[in-house]
């Protein structure tokens, strides 16, 4: 059976640069991370980052939609799983909003789209998964200017609550809680037995960054603050006008944006 799927622009791209493919990446890890970038490659990179942006936050905000619509059925498993995705996706689209490139070579590397740079990682283990590296490099990056790392979950960041929730559910749980679920899941599953769960989303939506540090909210809160976040970052890189309709209509059908009366991601919709 022949599987062909696509790749992130930016890490073929960058492979490019050192006339490699992914097949024979690993034997030319050297060059890969003493290459510096010259001035038409930082250009071309660039140009990649930009459709990775549009792309991830695809995914994201896709991500995001499946999982809103999985708690409005009481799949609340599912949707754990999806919104940390919905997280993962959306930090990716800013970093490439801002030139940043994620690039695998057997560990993760980050690669600022500009002449005279190199990929840069760390020996640290916990740069070495795709998921968990690239968020270690987002908060190498962004500590101290990131809201939702201002403040901690239960003694964890918002990024790491999130990804033991989900790991709780992939990993750590022999089966699925439903038609239970997790005591995080307790405050939603109340509001859609009472029919307000749409007006609690709008509400998660306007709050000014409280309701997501605190744990009855922060499943859903800390995905919407992430949400509007990257919608900034990419309006700031003036990439959202070319998210295109048939997208939002996905999005839109997926997460029942009409029949449920919602107005929560008003910034795209």
């Known amino acids: 059976m022949s599987i062909n799927f696509d790749r992130n622009n930016s890490q073929v791209m960058y492979e490019s640069f050192i006339g490699v493919d992914s097949e024979s990446l690993i034997d030319k890890k050297e060059e890969f991370k003493n290459h510096r970038l010259t001035y038409e490659e930082k250009e071309l990179l660039r140009d990649a980052l930009k459709t990775d942006s549009l792309n991830f936050f695809y995914n994201g905000v896709l991500s995001f939609a499946e999982g809103i619509d999985a708690a409005f059925n009481k799949r609340f498993s599912w949707a754990t799983v999806e919104l940390y995705y919905s997280l993962y996706y959306l930090i990716r689209a800013s970093m490439a909003s801002k030139g940043i490139a994620m690039l695998r070579c057997k560990s993760m590397y980050r690669l ?67 038609p239970d679920c997790l005591d995080i899941w307790e405050y939603f599953s109340q509001s859609i037995d009472e029919g307000n769960f749409t007006n609690v989303l709008e509400q998660l939506e306007n709050d000014q960054y409280v309701m997501c540090f605190q744990e009855e909210y922060a499943v859903i809160a800390v995905p919407i603050k992430r949400l509007q976040q990257t919608i900034s970052d990419l309006l700031n890189a003036n990439l959202l006008s070319d998210f295109s309709e048939e997208r939002l209509g996905v999005i839109k059908k997926v997460i029942g944006y009409e029949e449920r009366n919602l107005h929560i991601m008003s910034q795209i919709f």
């Open 112 to 178: 600022f789209a500009r002449t005279g740079e190199q990929p840069y990682s760390t020996g640290n283990k916990k740069y070495n998964t795709t998921h968990e590296g690239t968020i270690s490099h987002y908060k190498d990056l962004f500590g101290q200017s990131d809201i939702l790392l201002s403040n901690n979950i239960e003694g964890q960041d918002a990024y790491q609550w999130m990804m033991n929730a989900r790991e709780i559910v992939n990993y750590r749980s022999a089966v699925f809680s439903e």
